[in-house]
């Protein structure tokens, strides 16, 4: 059913049921009322009717008693389930749910599933003042009477079957049946990239290389071969153990590892030359596999090499396509976003090769789960976007287990929108702030306008991969940022006293400290760094990071990106730059020339990174100059000669974002910027493979030398190691500062 017939359905069945009197369900906290099952009642309606029975209880005092329909004897009866005194519509959709008055009669009833549990919820937040906002425990109003206004004859049948919004909340059962929403771990017996999962390398490269897929002429546990025979039967004899194991799992994954290495033996070639594409040999792999289980479902993943639908084989019936959004931006709709015109029409192509499609999509920034990311304004139109597109399912993916920004909101107007996409946004986003800030919620909905605005009118881009300090000239401007804390201040004020909503505009201002933070490692000597203009370290910065990160403890920050440092590691970190001893380089602001072009997306200081003083971290968006592709040739002029006796620089090793050393590091001197002397050569060796990151100093003594130009070569390796590589990947360069002495 289209989200806009549910919407249409329901307003019939309202508009048909004739104006009905309160229905007063507990008075003074006694109650006549008893709560009626189904004679043989599944597992989902008993415990619809322990809940409806538990929370009226917790509200009034009053306990309903639960009686099977045979003990029945026409007394007031709230009716929890498919029994035979019954209202509403013949038939209930999928996992939805019916809540309705009649003859001063409560039913409530489900489709499949948990449909009749969720009924429960909903009348418990519509009509009786609960609420569950959080993995907290649910907000239970206190009275000695229930009255539910009438009238009340709702259906709400979902938009999509498969439902999951992946943030903290949803880590709490009661949440999750509360909301409607799913949880993968609950539905697949095996989920996600899974290749390795069902033939693991550690198993089986070392004696079968032919298993895994063949790159650049060699065999390498990149991905699996899969036309090799006994993949395939290894496949399957997995899954029939699996599924004995585990026969009620709804889905099974069987899809490539995150990232490239797509095999290109003869066999694997001849398939996907057929296809279009590395999807091909996929999609025609999991249909075999999914034949020999013709009762079960499985999903593989469209995304990356196989984002795209094969040119001649469809999905197989009980096959589902989980379609990866990953590539796109976020500052607009999925529909319009140019940086979406890939997956639009990767849409098109599965719509039209399946009905059974899935989204992965994504509503966070991985890279800084705290950053501020407002997206807010567009998860309505993609839901929206989705459901016209016949999607079945979807998985938005927010920070996980992790705090992050807003997880609260977004995973309440993302619940609610599941169900009904083209439902009044306006009154969920008023329900959810007025129920979570109380009096503050007016001054918050205005915060979260002001982030929304911002990103409109600066023209910024929300890259799901990007980081704070790329927008200090646009919606993360420091005055930007004074005026979002300026309307936090205002609601701390709304709030007055109250500890439970003052400590959750608390946890809003996380966001917005984080960012601080952040690029006060950017800013670095200038105003709104944590530097003072003779090197040391504001005195205010360490305890600031100490508050921030008692502030993440509390507020249930696990890490601050995917796979990321923990909240001590973060402080550590802090420590061990606030420990740094800084050195009054001969070249500090000197101006810099480039041959080749840093990539400007990840070099927001552009040429004054390698002059600015600051040297870098971990992770390549501070404080590097990143240079794709190419040998990065430097030549600095310090403005007069000077003598000299050391120049130093670090490179980044970062395998994971393909970021290497150079092959060769050579330092030459010049006093009138033509003519240059060689000082010093380093050649590099190529890595073994090793994913940590590593920064690497390399020194070059120049005693007593005079020079007003110093040109430093650092060669870019030919190609990726072996070990890394990818097709349409090329290694990359990353220098922090160059130190003259």
């Known amino acids: 059913m289209s989200s806009l017939l549910l919407m249409i359905t329901t307003l019939l069945y309202s508009a048909c049921t004739p104006q009905a009197e309160d229905l007063t369900l507990v008075q003074q906290g006694r109650s006549g009322y008893v709560i009626v099952l189904p004679e043989q009642a599944t597992k989902a309606e008993s415990r619809a009717a322990g809940i409806f029975q538990d929370y009226v209880q917790r509200i009034s005092g009053a306990k309903l008693p639960v009686i099977p329909e045979s003990q029945y004897k026409a007394q007031p009866a709230v009716f929890i389930g498919n029994t035979s005194h019954t209202a509403g519509p013949p038939s209930i959709k999928s996992e939805g749910y019916f809540a309705g008055v009649k003859d001063k009669q409560l039913f409530i009833r489900g489709g499949s599933g948990q449909g009749v549990v969720y009924g429960v919820y909903y009348t418990l937040q519509t009509y009786m003042g609960c609420r569950k906002d959080d993995a907290g425990p649910a907000q239970v109003p206190t009275a000695k009477d229930i009255r539910l206004k009438g009238p009340i004859s709702d259906l709400r049948e979902p938009a999509f079957q498969y439902r999951e919004t992946y943030y903290p909340p949803s880590m709490d059962a009661e949440y999750l049946a509360w909301h409607g929403l799913h949880r993968f771990e609950d539905l697949w017996g095996l989920w996600g990239h899974s290749f390795f999962k069902l033939v693991p390398p550690d198993t089986y490269f070392k004696d079968h290389p032919e298993y895994y897929s063949l790159v650049n002429g060699k065999r390498q546990p ?14 399957v004899a997995w899954f029939k153990k699996a599924i004995a194991a585990n026969p009620d799992a709804m889905y099974w994954s069987i899809a490539p590892q995150d990232g490239g290495g797509a095999c290109t033996c003869d066999l694997c070639k001849k398939t996907d030359a057929e296809e279009g594409g590395p999807q091909g040999s996929l999609i025609r792999f999991v249909n075999r596999v ?3 289980f013709p009762q079960q479902h499985f999903t593989t993943l469209a995304y990356g090499y196989t984002a795209k639908a094969p040119l001649k084989t469809k999905p197989a019936a009980n096959v589902f396509i989980m379609l990866s959004t990953i590539d796109a931006f976020r500052q607009e709709p999925l529909a319009q976003t140019a940086s979406a015109a890939g997956f639009r029409k990767n849409l098109q192509g599965w719509e039209a090769t399946t009905g059974n499609l899935f989204i992965w999509d994504y509503t966070t920034q991985f890279t800084n789960y705290l950053n501020p990311f407002p997206d807010y304004t567009n998860l309505q139109p993609n839901l929206q976007y989705f459901a016209a597109h016949h999607v079945k399912g979807v998985f938005s993916q927010g920070s996980g287990e992790t705090y992050g920004d807003m997880a609260e909101y977004n995973s309440y107007v993302q619940a609610c929108l599941l169900w009904q996409p083209d439902a009044d946004l306006k009154k969920i986003n008023n329900d959810f702030l007025t129920g979570y800030y109380g009096p503050a919620a007016n001054v918050m909905g205005q915060y979260l306008d002001a982030l929304s605005d911002a990103v409109k009118s600066t023209h910024s881009v929300l890259d799901i991969y990007g980081n704070p300090i790329y927008n200090t000239k646009d919606y993360l401007s420091p005055v930007l940022i004074d005026q979002y804390s300026g309307l936090l201040d205002k609601a701390e004020v709304a709030a007055a006293n109250n500890t439970v909503f003052l400590q959750r505009i608390y946890r809003t201002r996380l966001f917005l400290e984080y960012v601080v933070l952040q690029q006060s490692r950017f800013y670095g000597f200038d105003k709104y760094g944590y530097l003072q203009p003779d090197g040391t370290v504001n005195p205010r910065w360490p305890q600031r990071v100490q508050k921030f990160v008692a502030a993440c403890k509390t507020a249930g920050v696990q890490e601050l990106s995917e796979g990321g440092l923990s909240p001590d590691a973060y402080a550590q970190e802090w420590q061990a730059i606030f420990s740094r001893k800084w050195i ?52 600095i002029d310090m403005g007069s000669s000077k003598t000299i006796r050391q120049v130093q620089m670090n490179f980044l090793q970062d395998a994971r974002h393909y970021i290497f050393n150079p092959t060769q590091v050579v330092v030459e001197t010049s006093v009138d910027g033509t003519h240059f002397t060689v000082a010093g050569t380093k050649d590099i060796p190529v890595p073994e493979e090793d994913y940590a990151v590593h920064i690497n100093p390399y020194s070059f003594a120049v005693p007593g030398t005079a020079a007003r130009y110093i040109r430093v070569t650092a060669k870019c390796p030919a190609t990726l190691p072996d070990w890394r590589l990818v097709a349409g990947k090329k290694p990359s360069l990353c220098c922090d500062e160059i130190t003259v002495e």
């Open 584 to 635: 009054k380089s001969l070249a500090q602001g000197a101006s810099v020339t480039l041959v080749n072009p840093y990539t400007p997306e990840y070099t927001p200081k552009k040429e004054r990174t390698l002059t600015d003083g600051l040297t870098g971290g971990n992770d390549f968006s501070y404080n590097w100059l990143f240079t794709y592709g190419k040998d990065m040739i430097a030549t």
């Open 290 to 292: 999914a034949g020999q």
């Open 222 to 235: 990149l991905q699996l071969c899969l036309s090799n025979e006994n993949v395939y039967a290894l496949t």
